[in-house]
């Protein structure tokens, strides 16, 4: 089966978008990462970013959270380049959890947890009250109350996933940025994680996400990012973004799309049978 790109839809500018990114383009040396990306993604909705390895998922991303200043092109967050906000302004607006959390780290979990205080305090201030609460909060909701008092250092790799999510939690900014979140999560925690994603986004908060499970990205997002060779092949609901063509189209692979009464399924074919099919 020929895998020639072909038009898809995209999703265009909204009035109400957290983040506009116009013609955002990248090259490192002889390799395209991104090329002229145009999308939206929505203020207030849980978005997420799907496609293959090497697509340009993570450094998307961190163009968002304004790690990565634009090559070429812009991304606006809430109508100003994301790169003109200082970083303490960044950070009280735009929480951002990496794919690798920190191994030496030899405070408690919940000492860790504070640190996503630090945008809201004075250079010298305390914690207060309202800080405290929020750890407190962010803690409950990670399911790591108990393990507040161990060492960060001590903690498996999903305890320490689960509290570097939970210090960007504590953060409390209107955005949150998180790449490839699931990552050393057991199957009980990695839906708890979605649930408390989603319930952010009921508060009037975005959240978007890099995720390799296609299952989980259609269960609980209400858009979604496909990129395709540094391109966005499709933006939109999932039900605009998730069929057989666009998904075969980006993982070069062919998929079939089932979207049945309690979820999304997606059967990956053989080639052969597909091949067959095609012809």
């Known amino acids: 089966m020929q895998r020639d790109a072909i038009p898809l839809p995209v999703a265009h ?19 395209t990462i991104l090329q002229s990306v145009n999308t939206v993604i929505p203020r207030g909705s849980l978005c997420v970013l799907i496609g293959p390895n090497g697509a340009g998922k993570s450094t998307l991303l961190r163009h968002l959270a304004g790690l990565l ?23 009280q607006q735009i929480a951002w959890v990496g794919q690798h959390p920190p191994s030496d780290c030899s405070l408690s979990i ?25 750890v407190q909060q962010a803690l409950q909701a990670l399911e790591l109350t108990t393990l507040a008092g161990q060492r960060y250092q001590q903690a498996s790799g999903g305890e320490r996933q689960r509290a570097v999510i939970a210090q960007a939690l504590a953060q409390d900014t209107p955005t949150l940025l998180l790449d490839e979140p699931t990552n050393h999560l057991d199957l009980r925690h990695r839906q708890i994680l979605m649930q408390r994603l989603f319930a952010l986004t009921a508060r009037g908060k975005t959240v978007v996400a890099v995720l390799h499970d296609l299952e989980l990205a259609a ?5 979604l990012v496909l990129l395709h060779q540094g391109r966005v092949l499709r933006a939109g609901p999932p039900a ?9 189209i980006a993982y070069d692979w062919p998929i079939r799309v ?21 012809a």
Not at 78 to 85: A, M, N, R, Y
Not at 110 to 130: C, I, Q, S, Y
Not at 240 to 248: F, G
């Open 13 to 31: 500018e909204t009035a109400l978008s957290a983040f506009q990114i116009d013609q955002l383009s990248l090259q490192m040396g002889h390799k």
């Open 240 to 248: 605009c973004v998730l069929d057989s063509e666009a998904l075969s």
């Open 219 to 223: 269960k609980y997002a209400d858009w």
């Open 258 to 278: 089932v979207q049945e009464s309690h979820g999304w399924r997606f059967d990956v074919l053989h080639e052969v049978n597909h091949v067959k099919a095609s």
């Open 110 to 134: 919940e000492d860790f947890v504070m640190l996503g205080r630090r945008p809201h305090l004075g250079r010298f201030a305390l914690p207060k009250a309202d800080d405290r609460q929020r």
């Open 69 to 91: 200043p634009p090559q070429q092109g812009e991304v606006m967050y809430h109508g100003q380049p994301v790169t003109q906000l200082k970083a303490r302004q960044r950070a």
